[in-house]
């Protein structure tokens, strides 16, 4: 069955950086568009990045772009978000999501804490 399991969240201070990875199993993953979506405390979902399938073409919301970097590794059915210079802001539980036309798998996401 198709499994996405998130991976390395925590406390970051302001200013930080880090790195998320998202396992992934059960689909050819190289065939899929990936996605990275976030949810903030008490607020709705928030679409991050996009690294779609094709042509290797990458989408990030204006709210991250130039700080967040998304990459994929199909050799290893694994997805990436790097993310540098962390505000308060991006605190939130970040989940990877399989696309095709839409998305139809999430996974159970990982919560990054941005605090001093």
């Known amino acids: 069955q198709v499994q996405l399991v998130e991976s390395g969240g925590g406390l970051v201070q302001p200013g930080g950086s880090l790195s998320l990875s998202c396992a992934t199993s059960g689909f050819t993953f190289s065939n899929y568009g990936m996605n990275w979506v976030r949810q903030a405390p008490g607020k709705g979902l928030d679409w991050v990045s996009t690294?779609?399938?094709?042509?290797?073409?990458?989408y990030y919301a204006d709210s991250v772009k130039g700080r967040f970097t998304i990459s994929r590794d199909n050799a290893k059915n694994t997805l990436y978000l790097q993310m540098n210079s962390l505000t308060p802001e991006d605190t939130a539980v970040y989940y990877c999501?399989?696309?095709?036309?839409?998305?139809?798998?999430w996974g159970k996401g990982t919560l990054v804490t941005v605090s001093s």
């Open positions: 999501a399989r696309a095709a036309a839409y998305i139809d798998y």
């Open positions: 690294f779609d399938s094709g042509a290797g073409i990458t």
